[in-house]
């Protein structure tokens, strides 16, 4: 088992700047993929970024070059640092986990909102 916490969010002015992260306890050996998801009202949930224990990273096209998706050494948490910021990245920002049992994990999620 994987418990998230996620922490970050919050009220951005277009073009500024914020930190999301995600922190992973339980069971974080076995953890081989670490994402942001968003979900925007009255739309699906989408991948905004991911990274695996291979180190390989992808990005949603509509945040490449803004957003930067990394993980801390020990491998328990994720980073996602969101530049440039836009009003239609306003959406609420979950982290997912996914480990090699098969086990995929969602944090609780966390606002953010970009409004002049």
């Known amino acids: 088992q994987v418990q998230l916490v996620e922490s970050g969010g919050g009220l951005v002015q277009p073009g500024g700047s914020l930190r999301l992260s995600c922190v992973a306890s339980g069971s974080i050996f076995s953890i081989r993929f670490m994402g942001w998801y968003r979900q925007a009202p009255g739309k699906q949930r989408e991948l905004v970024a991911s990274?695996?224990?291979?180190?390989?990273?992808t990005y949603a096209d509509s945040v490449k070059g803004r957003f930067t998706i990394s993980r801390d050494s020990a491998g328990n948490t994720v980073y996602l640092q969101m530049n440039s910021l836009k009003f239609e990245d306003t959406a609420v920002y979950y982290c997912?986990?996914?480990?090699?049992?098969?086990?995929?994990?969602w944090g609780q999620g966390t606002q953010v909102t970009v409004s002049s």
């Open positions: 997912n986990v996914k480990d090699w049992a098969g086990g995929f994990y």
């Open positions: 990274t695996t224990t291979g180190g390989t990273t």
